[in-house]
């Protein structure tokens, strides 16, 4: 009886469709979600991490990697579309378009991955004489440079001589003489060029005074004198200077004030304005006054 419940057993368990107990938690460890992801991408990329640390372990073959990174890299960089061959500059005179030349850090040809254009852009500006400048990269393998030069507004006698300097006071050239630029005012003393907006405007004004006038000087870094041709001074006050040059115009035109003996107009104080004589004037007062003086005695 036993023997017969054995053999049945046997025979249900072979025809038993049901998977074994392995195959049955191998089916659900397939079915989680970081196994599978586990033996999809982690098994190969660590295959992958393993093979490349094995062969970068060699020096030889990292040498032979840079290499060729580095000729593929340069096959790249110039090839004809990535060449620039040649610069074009615009808005230079010659002068200043030869010193951009001559500071410029580019050879051309040279590949567009070379070329520093930021760093093109602040050597130029860089210049005394240039304002600003633009730079860009045009089809055809052409550097375009626009540049804006500085418009020299007067010249500055300093300490180190002749300058030419636009209405900020910035400089854009050195003069070797005044006669260099004749058609510009000049301004001299400490701080003139803080304040050339100033000085231009009584420049205008005093033209009124026509050839007479030599220039402007600043004087204690406060204040402006307008030099004339023979060694007049009009001293100007630290606030309104053009009102108070204004005054001494229209009492020149009405009086023909400084065509008179006199060496200074002192305008310091608005409300008391002063004259002084000129040395050649008190010598003949002194004159004249010791002339009447004897008289009065004889």
Same mark, same amino acid.
């Given at each position: 009886?036993?023997?017969?419940?054995?053999?049945?057993?046997?025979?249900?368990?072979?025809?038993?469709?049901?998977?074994?107990?392995?195959?049955?938690?191998?089916?659900?460890?397939?079915?989680?979600?970081?196994? !599978?992801?586990? *033996?999809?991408?982690?098994? $190969?990329?660590? =295959?992958?991490? #393993?093979?490349? &640390?094995?062969?970068?372990?060699?020096?030889?073959?990292?040498?032979?990697?840079?290499?060729?990174?580095?000729?593929?890299?340069?096959?790249?960089?110039?090839?004809?579309?990535?060449?620039?061959?040649?610069?074009?500059?615009?808005?230079?005179?010659?002068?200043?378009?030869?010193?951009? !030349?001559?500071? *410029?850090?580019?050879?051309? $040809?040279?590949? =567009?991955?070379? #070329?520093?254009? &930021?760093?093109?852009?602040?050597?130029?500006?860089?210049?005394?004489?240039?304002?600003?400048?633009?730079v860009r990269l045009?089809?055809?393998?052409?550097?375009?440079?626009?540049?804006?030069?500085?418009?020299?507004?007067?010249?500055?006698?300093?300490?180190?001589?002749?300058?030419?300097?636009?209405?900020?006071?910035?400089?854009?050239?050195?003069?070797?003489?005044?006669?260099?630029?004749?058609?510009?005012?000049?301004?001299?003393?400490?701080?003139?060029?803080?304040?050339?907006?100033?000085?231009?405007?009584?420049?205008?004004?005093?033209?009124?005074?026509?050839?007479?006038?030599?220039?402007?000087?600043?004087?204690?870094?406060?204040?402006?004198d307008v030099v004339?041709?023979?060694?007049?001074?009009?001293?100007?006050?630290?606030?309104?200077?053009?009102?108070?040059?204004?005054?001494?115009?229209?009492?020149?035109?009405?009086?023909?004030?400084?065509?008179?003996?006199?060496?200074?107009?002192?305008?310091?104080?608005?409300?008391?304005?002063?004259?002084?004589?000129?040395?050649?004037?008190?010598?003949?007062?002194?004159?004249?006054?010791?002339?009447?003086?004897?008289?009065?005695?004889?």
């Amino acid at each position: 009886m036993q023997s017969l419940k054995a053999k049945r057993s046997t025979k249900n368990n072979a025809n038993d469709p049901a998977p074994s107990r392995i195959s049955y938690r191998l089916q659900r460890l397939w079915l989680t979600p970081f196994f !599978r992801s586990l *033996l999809r991408t982690g098994v $190969p990329a660590f =295959s992958v991490a #393993l093979f490349v &640390a094995w062969y970068v372990s060699d020096q030889d073959n990292v040498d032979k990697i840079l290499v060729k990174f580095s000729e593929v890299r340069t096959s790249i960089e110039e090839r004809p579309e990535f060449m620039v061959s040649m610069m074009e500059l615009k808005g230079a005179s010659d002068e200043v378009a030869e010193d951009i !030349r001559e500071i *410029l850090p580019v050879d051309f $040809p040279v590949s =567009s991955f070379h #070329l520093d254009m &930021a760093l093109v852009k602040e050597t130029v500006e860089g210049l005394d004489a240039v304002k600003s400048a633009n730079v860009r990269l045009r089809s055809g393998g052409i550097f375009e440079l626009v540049v804006k030069e500085r418009i020299p507004a007067a010249v500055w006698q300093s300490h180190d001589g002749f300058i030419a300097i636009d209405e900020t006071g910035r400089r854009v050239s050195d003069l070797a003489a005044r006669e260099a630029r004749m058609d510009l005012p000049i301004l001299a003393g400490e701080g003139a060029d803080k304040h050339v907006m100033e000085g231009l405007l009584l420049t205008m004004i005093s033209q009124e005074l026509g050839h007479r006038v030599v220039g402007l000087v600043r004087v204690g870094e406060r204040r402006w004198d307008v030099v004339l041709t023979n060694g007049q001074r009009i001293l100007l006050p630290e606030e309104q200077a053009d009102q108070a040059l204004e005054r001494v115009i229209a009492l020149d035109q009405a009086q023909d004030l400084l065509n008179r003996d006199i060496s200074v107009v002192d305008m310091r104080q608005s409300n008391r304005p002063t004259v002084r004589m000129s040395k050649t004037a008190l010598d003949n007062l002194r004159q004249i006054r010791m002339i009447e003086f004897e008289g009065i005695n004889q």
